[in-house]
């Protein structure tokens, strides 16, 4: 079954909304910002899982695997959320950080093998 693309970038970004929610409200309600975050992480790992690197280099495979391994880090942060362990705050911070790279480095790699097959 195919999923529109368009529709799976909305799902991703509202889950990711939702990740950036449970955060705040984790201070002023933490039982409703322990299942908004479990909610949030399943829709981003979904959409994760189900969109591989599209090219064929092994930079770009190796940086969706940095972002599989943040999106673990993720659950993490949730489970430890459920147990109030205060080290969610640092899972959480450490994997948006290696989204924010694996996502921007993937897209670099991407466009550079583009560029070298049309050579």
């Not at 959480?92 to 070298?116: D, G, H, P, R």
Request: charged fraction near 15%; charge should be positive.
């Amino acid at each position: 079954m195919k999923i529109n693309p368009k529709l799976k970038n909305v799902f991703f970004q509202i889950s990711a909304l939702l990740i950036l929610l449970a955060a705040i409200i984790f201070y002023f309600d933490t039982i409703i910002a322990k299942y908004i975050m479990v909610v949030g992480v399943v829709g981003f790992a979904a959409t994760t899982f189900t969109t591989p690197y599209p090219g064929k280099g092994l930079r770009g495979k190796r940086l969706f695997n940095i972002q599989i391994f943040a999106v673990l880090l993720m659950a993490v942060s949730a489970f430890l959320m459920f147990k109030n362990i205060s080290g969610w705050v640092v899972t959480l911070l450490i994997a948006a950080l290696l989204t924010l790279y694996a996502t921007i480095a993937m897209s670099i790699a991407y466009k550079n093998e583009q560029e070298q097959e049309n050579k």
